[in-house]
């Protein structure tokens, strides 16, 4: 009996539909659709004129029998492959989305029976009962009952909807899931008598949830609402930047809460998630990482931008330090979290001061991704041209000192003066002067007792000093291919002067010039001296710049180094060992393009982050149309360049089909307003010199010549050939400067006395066998039958070289070089069974 009068009731369901002129006239005005799914409103003028037209409770009926049509057919089309019936099915459902909207005004009962049919009636759907206007029909009731009082009977149906949803599995619709539910909670709260401010917590179930929420229940009873306030506001906070109404109505609970309650408590929040790991969770054919779930992400976007009405340096740091973890990578997936990330940036740049700057100029060196580069800098030129001066200005001035004086600062505590220094290697050493003078190297227990906060402090600092330098010394070094020039006031108040970058400028060698003539100095115990040693004394007329050994006679160059490898001192950034690139004949036969880096095979993931390092733009080359070739790209603003390195991609993939090797091409320089390929003998000498000098490095390290596997187990056997040319080939310019610098290392070091050096080898002379080390792939080949010897470095091995000075830092092949003759020197004490058996075999 029940199945006749349920027949009945379709049959009157099709006969209202398919009879309607609405729906007839939408299907008329559709035709037919390749992609139903796509279809809009702007598709069907007509009919949803003609609905609207209709009175409330006519739009109400319809909509009814339009759900009940829809799923009907939906669940027809599933069974039989019906396109024409889905894709009536899909003219119904938009146009309930007409007809409930929150401008309409339905009685109770049509909203009662709406809800429940959207709760009962969404099988079939991709995003389930999402799939109907929910918001549309909240919004209709909470218009209709502005001051709440909403009547059983609407919050029994949307209670219904609430079930459905919260019992709907977990996917990529979660983050509109809970918000709908919210909003329904919303709702029903607002029907209770007497409401107070409706209780809001994070909605998704994260890491950060599960210490905020318990926090936000644990605030006092007074305080509590001003916080669901603030949740419910920040829960809305949509777009890529905030309204102004955004942000007032925010700034607005600040107030009511207070100013240092609110920055307290987020600087926490924040503080914990720049610490938060990713989760992985694990599935059946790929692992996904959960970190923040969507909806939280959007809050606490919404918390950041609500700092900035309320910025301090505290509260600036954190920021930072949750920026820094948002642009983390996760390998195979990308960012973190890079809508939160993008936040932050924007929040970053609100600083009216220098410390915000400060912590965009750390993030443009550290994160890789282009489009965030770009994103930062155009922040960062933003400010500048605010401030009236150059962006390379703006990030001078906002460096941190970090109060040190000539490297060292002084912080009392509890019968112990804390003394911090800043090495030249960037490490920051901290010793306990006691009140005896005598120095204590343990923190000492009554500071951890009594002062522990203000220890926690003093390592944050030592950690930001330590990243500060690491950062500036990378800046310093990129600025090598702008060219700059600055006034003696502003190179004194910012490099020389300054505590922290003091510490890196008065190591390099600087360039004065006036009236066309200029002196080449350096910082010596205290006052500055030219190439010869004689005291120079800089002015206010000066124009200030780096030397580079490019602008300089072959003379000169060898004076400075030798200079610094006598007085051993170590430069922070490679300079009087820098290697130089000139103009070739070949080059200036080619004319538009250079050949000198071409014909290698690198390891493309490798490359890709060594450009990434080195501020150059490159998409990794796969297995799909335009995959096969690629280009990275290097703009010089300064001289209105852009630096290009062609490479080919090699047909290997990787299960993500990422090609796993390239070979390198041609290099080129295009002026940015335009494609025209330049000559090379126009380029500037140091810009042509610093671009060759990076592609050197990409090759020099991510050439397969450097990897000992490559040879017997690895790679592809089509370029073997290649492998046995470069490993033991001739010397790259990079590798020329190894040599150099161990023509002058060698004879102090202790296997000095067996050891000799030709064109391309360091030779060394164990007590078992001859071993040649090549200067530049560090490759090793043993004497009488050039047998090669497979010597992997490990950590281990750097030990080696800590007492051995460097006259600059970070050559690791120079290192491993050391390394491995100092090792070999006395071949008969190795205990490495994979190195011993090699040797010994004939």
């Given at each position: 009996?029940?199945?006749?009068?349920?027949?009945?009731?379709?049959?009157?369901?099709?006969?209202?539909?398919?009879?309607?002129?609405?729906?007839?006239?939408?299907?008329?005005?559709?035709?037919?659709?390749?992609?139903?799914?796509?279809?809009?409103?702007?598709?069907?003028?007509?009919?949803?004129?003609?609905?609207?037209?209709?009175?409330?409770?006519?739009?109400?009926?319809?909509?009814?029998?339009?759900?009940?049509?829809?799923?009907?057919?939906?669940?027809?089309?599933?069974?039989?492959?019906?396109?024409?019936?889905?894709?009536?099915?899909?003219?119904?459902?938009?146009?309930?989305?007409?007809?409930?909207?929150?401008?309409?005004?339905?009685?109770?009962?049509?909203?009662?029976?709406?809800?429940?049919?959207?709760?009962?009636?969404?099988?079939?759907?991709?995003?389930?009962?999402?799939?109907?206007?929910?918001?549309?029909?909240?919004?209709?009731?909470?218009?209709?009952?502005?001051?709440?009082?909403?009547?059983?009977?609407?919050?029994?149906?949307?209670?219904?909807?609430?079930?459905?949803?919260k019992a709907a599995s977990k996917d990529h619709f979660e983050k509109e899931r809970?918000?709908?539910?919210?909003?329904?909670?919303?709702?029903?709260?607002?029907?209770?008598?007497?409401?107070?401010?409706k209780p809001v917590y994070f909605l998704g179930e994260d890491q950060f949830a599960t210490y905020a929420n318990p926090m936000i229940k644990g605030f006092a009873e007074e305080e509590r609402p001003h916080w669901f306030r603030l949740l419910a506001h920040c829960q809305n906070a949509s777009g890529s930047k905030p309204s102004k109404k955004f942000l007032t109505d925010g700034s607005a609970l600040i107030q009511q809460l207070g100013r240092d309650r609110f920055v307290e408590v987020i600087s926490d929040w924040f503080h914990f998630i720049a610490r938060m790991r990713e989760q992985m969770i694990p599935g059946r054919y790929i692992n996904t990482y959960l970190f923040l779930a969507s909806v939280n992400t959007e809050c606490v976007?919404?918390?950041?931008?609500?700092?900035?009405?309320?910025?301090?340096?505290?509260?600036?740091?954190?920021?930072?330090?949750?920026?820094?973890?948002?642009?983390?990578?996760?390998?195979?997936?990308?960012?973190?979290?890079?809508?939160?990330?993008?936040?932050?940036?924007?929040?970053?740049?609100?600083?009216?001061?220098?410390?915000?700057?400060?912590?965009?100029?750390?993030?443009?060196?550290?994160?890789?991704?282009?489009?965030?580069?770009?994103?930062?800098?155009?922040?960062?030129?933003?400010?500048?041209?605010?401030?009236?001066?150059?962006?390379?200005?703006?990030?001078?001035?906002?460096?941190?000192?970090?109060?040190?004086?000539?490297?060292?600062?002084?912080?009392?505590?509890?019968?112990y003066t804390a003394q911090i220094v800043l090495e030249h290697n960037g490490k920051v050493t901290l010793s306990w002067l006691k009140k005896d003078g005598s120095v204590q190297k343990s923190d000492p227990a009554a500071v951890k007792e009594q002062q522990a906060k203000e220890l926690k402090e003093l390592k944050a600092d030592i950690k930001a000093i330590e990243t500060a330098y690491a950062t500036q010394r990378e800046r310093l070094d990129r600025s090598f291919r702008a060219e700059r020039q600055m006034s003696w006031e502003h190179f004194n108040n910012c490099f020389h002067q300054h505590g922290l970058l003091s510490q890196i400028s008065r190591r390099m060698i600087w360039r004065f010039e006036k009236d066309d003539l200029h002196t080449d100095a350096v910082f010596v115990n205290g006052a500055w001296q030219d190439g010869d040693g004689a005291a120079f004394v800089p002015g206010d007329t000066f124009m200030i710049s780096l030397w580079h050994p490019a602008t300089d006679t072959v003379a000169n160059v060898k004076r400075w180094r030798d200079h610094f490898t006598n007085a051993?001192?170590?430069?922070?950034?490679?300079?009087?060992?820098?290697?130089?690139?000139?103009l070739t004949d070949a080059e200036v036969r080619t004319n538009t393009y250079s050949n000198r880096m071409a014909g290698h095979i690198l390891k493309q993931h490798q490359f890709n982050s060594l450009t990434k390092a080195r501020g150059w733009r490159y998409d990794l080359q796969g297995g799909f149309d335009g995959g096969s070739d690629g280009t990275a790209r290097l703009t010089l603003p300064q001289q209105k360049l852009v630096a290009e390195f062609w490479t080919n991609g090699i047909d290997d993939l990787n299960e993500m089909g990422i090609m796993n090797y390239v070979s390198t091409d041609q290099v080129r320089f295009r002026k940015t307003n335009n494609w025209d390929a330049i000559?090379?003998?126009?380029?500037?000498?140091?810009?042509?010199?610093?671009?060759?000098?990076?592609?050197?490095?990409?090759?020099?390290?991510?050439?397969?010549?450097?990897?000992?596997?490559?040879?017997?187990?690895?790679?592809?056997?089509?370029?073997?050939?290649?492998?046995?040319?470069?490993?033991?080939?001739?010397?790259?310019?990079?590798?020329?400067?190894?040599?150099?610098?161990?023509?002058?290392?060698?004879?102090?070091?202790?296997?000095?006395?067996?050891?000799?050096?030709?064109?391309?080898?360091?030779?060394?002379?164990?007590?078992?066998?001859?071993?040649?080390?090549?200067?530049?792939?560090?490759?090793?080949?043993?004497?009488?039958?050039?047998?090669?010897?497979?010597?992997?470095?490990?950590?281990?091995?750097?030990?080696?070289?800590?007492?051995?000075?460097?006259?600059?830092?970070?050559?690791?092949?120079?290192?491993?070089?050391?390394?491995?003759?100092?090792?070999?020197?006395?071949?008969?004490?190795?205990?490495?069974e994979s190195i011993t058996r090699q040797i010994k075999r004939n």
């Open positions: 009996m029940f199945d006749f009068f349920n027949g009945l009731f379709q049959k009157e369901v099709q006969s209202v539909v398919a009879d309607h002129p609405i729906v007839t006239r939408a299907l008329k005005e559709t035709g037919k659709q390749d992609y139903w799914y796509d279809l809009k409103t702007s598709d069907i003028p007509e009919a949803v004129a003609m609905l609207q037209a209709l009175t409330d409770k006519e739009k109400a009926d319809l909509a009814l029998h339009l759900v009940l049509f829809s799923q009907e057919h939906r669940t027809a089309s599933r069974a039989a492959s019906l396109g024409d019936v889905d894709g009536k099915a899909y003219i119904c459902e938009l146009l309930v989305a007409q007809a409930v909207r929150a401008n309409s005004r339905f009685d109770d009962a049509d909203i009662a029976a709406i809800a429940n049919a959207f709760a009962d009636h969404h099988r079939y759907f991709y995003n389930g009962l999402l799939g109907w206007p929910l918001r549309s029909l909240i919004a209709m009731v909470k218009k209709k009952y502005p001051k709440g009082n909403i009547t059983p009977q609407i919050t029994g149906a949307f209670d219904n909807i609430k079930y459905h949803l809970l918000k709908v539910i919210e909003q329904i909670d919303n709702v029903l709260f607002g029907a209770q008598p007497d409401a107070a401010v976007r919404g918390f950041v931008w609500l700092s900035t009405t309320v910025l301090d340096k505290p509260l600036i740091d954190a920021v930072a330090a949750m920026a820094g973890r948002a642009y983390n990578k996760i390998p195979g997936v990308g960012h973190t979290c890079a809508a939160l990330g993008n936040a932050t940036l924007y929040a970053l740049a609100t600083d009216k001061g220098f410390d915000g700057v400060n912590h965009l100029s750390r993030l443009n060196l550290k994160v890789k991704q282009a489009a965030t580069q770009k994103m930062i800098e155009t922040y960062l030129n933003a400010i500048a041209q605010e401030k009236g001066i150059g962006t390379d200005m703006i990030e001078d001035l906002a460096v941190d000192g970090f109060d040190l004086a000539d490297g060292c600062k002084l912080l009392p505590f509890i019968d051993q001192i170590q430069q922070p950034v490679k300079q009087a060992y820098r290697e130089v690139y000139l000559p090379i003998q126009d380029i500037p000498v140091v810009a042509l010199s610093e671009v060759m000098r990076d592609v050197d490095l990409f090759v020099g390290v991510a050439s397969v010549g450097n990897d000992p596997n490559w040879r017997d187990n690895g790679g592809l056997r089509a370029y073997h050939d290649y492998w046995q040319q470069y490993a033991f080939g001739d010397l790259s310019e990079n590798a020329k400067s190894r040599r150099e610098i161990l023509e002058r290392l060698v004879p102090a070091l202790k296997f000095g006395k067996v050891s000799t050096l030709t064109d391309k080898f360091l030779i060394v002379k164990g007590k078992m066998r001859t071993y040649k080390i090549h200067l530049g792939s560090t490759n090793i080949l043993m004497e009488p039958n050039d047998q090669y010897l497979c010597i992997v470095p490990d950590r281990s091995m750097k030990s080696l070289t800590t007492n051995v000075f460097l006259p600059f830092e970070g050559d690791a092949g120079l290192s491993i070089i050391i390394s491995k003759a100092t090792l070999l020197a006395d071949d008969d004490k190795i205990t490495d």
